[in-house]
């Protein structure tokens, strides 16, 4: 995954622990397995800016954050230990997202965290933040959760054909562009 700040600094993370950072827009890139707490080496699947932080997710439920004092990636404790392939969130709160429908949320910056239930046993792949604010998630499986709390709690959208998941993004006026394994469909949400 990649995620920038600004025009100049951004990071990217990957298998075995990857975590590289550039200040330069990309032209140079530096290694920061050192200033990382994965000592496992663990697959990094999500990097993301949240507010005025910036989270890592990946394998065996390692969650990290930039320690900006300490300029290093510091883990968090997670109440699940598998595999987590995103983190989104607003200035309220930050949701990780994963294997079997597994989610956790924090509402105070990463220090503590809690489960949310999402009534779904697949694989969340994908989140957005709608032009409304709320969080969407999409699955493997074609399934749509909405959050109108700012991530406490998700309820299924219903959709006319749904779409196994790897991407999802924002198309505005109660919508989202799902792509999956089986092609890219605009979805209307209620």
Request: glycine share 14%; net charge positive; charged share 20%.
């Given at each position: 995954?990649?995620?920038?700040?600004?025009?100049?600094?951004?990071?990217?993370?990957?298998?075995?622990?990857?975590?590289?950072?550039?200040?330069?827009?990309?032209?140079?890139?530096?290694?920061?397995?050192?200033?990382?707490?994965?000592?496992?080496?663990?697959?990094?699947?999500?990097?993301?800016?949240?507010?005025?932080?910036?989270?890592?997710?990946?394998?065996?439920?390692?969650?990290?954050?930039?320690?900006?004092?300490?300029?290093?990636?510091?883990?968090?404790?997670?109440p699940y230990a598998g595999t987590l392939f995103g983190v989104i969130g607003n200035e309220r709160a930050v949701v990780a997202y994963g294997l079997r429908?597994?989610?956790?949320?924090?509402?105070?910056?990463?220090?503590?965290?809690?489960?949310?239930?999402?009534?779904?046993?697949?694989?969340?792949?994908?989140?957005?933040?709608?032009?409304?604010?709320?969080?969407?998630?999409?699955?493997?499986?074609?399934?749509?959760?909405?959050?109108?709390?700012?991530?406490?709690?998700?309820?299924?959208?219903?959709?006319?054909?749904?779409?196994?998941?790897?991407?999802?993004?924002?198309?505005?006026?109660?919508?989202?562009?799902?792509?999956?394994?089986?092609?890219?469909?605009?979805?209307r949400l209620s």
């Amino acid at each position: 995954d990649v995620c920038f700040l600004d025009a100049q600094t951004g990071y990217v993370v990957g298998a075995f622990g990857l975590v590289l950072r550039t200040r330069d827009a990309g032209r140079h890139w530096e290694p920061l397995l050192h200033a990382t707490d994965n000592p496992k080496a663990l697959h990094l699947y999500a990097v993301a800016r949240v507010g005025n932080d910036v989270f890592i997710v990946g394998e065996q439920g390692l969650a990290l954050k930039l320690d900006r004092n300490g300029d290093r990636f510091v883990a968090m404790t997670l109440p699940y230990a598998g595999t987590l392939f995103g983190v989104i969130g607003n200035e309220r709160a930050v949701v990780a997202y994963g294997l079997r429908g597994n989610v956790v949320r924090s509402s105070d910056g990463g220090r503590t965290w809690a489960s949310v239930a999402t009534g779904v046993n697949v694989g969340l792949t994908a989140a957005t933040i709608d032009e409304r604010g709320r969080i969407v998630l999409v699955s493997q499986a074609g399934h749509v959760l909405v959050s109108n709390d700012d991530g406490a709690s998700f309820a299924a959208a219903k959709v006319e054909r749904p779409l196994p998941a790897a991407a999802v993004v924002g198309a505005g006026t109660g919508a989202v562009i799902v792509a999956g394994p089986r092609g890219v469909a605009t979805l209307r949400l209620s």
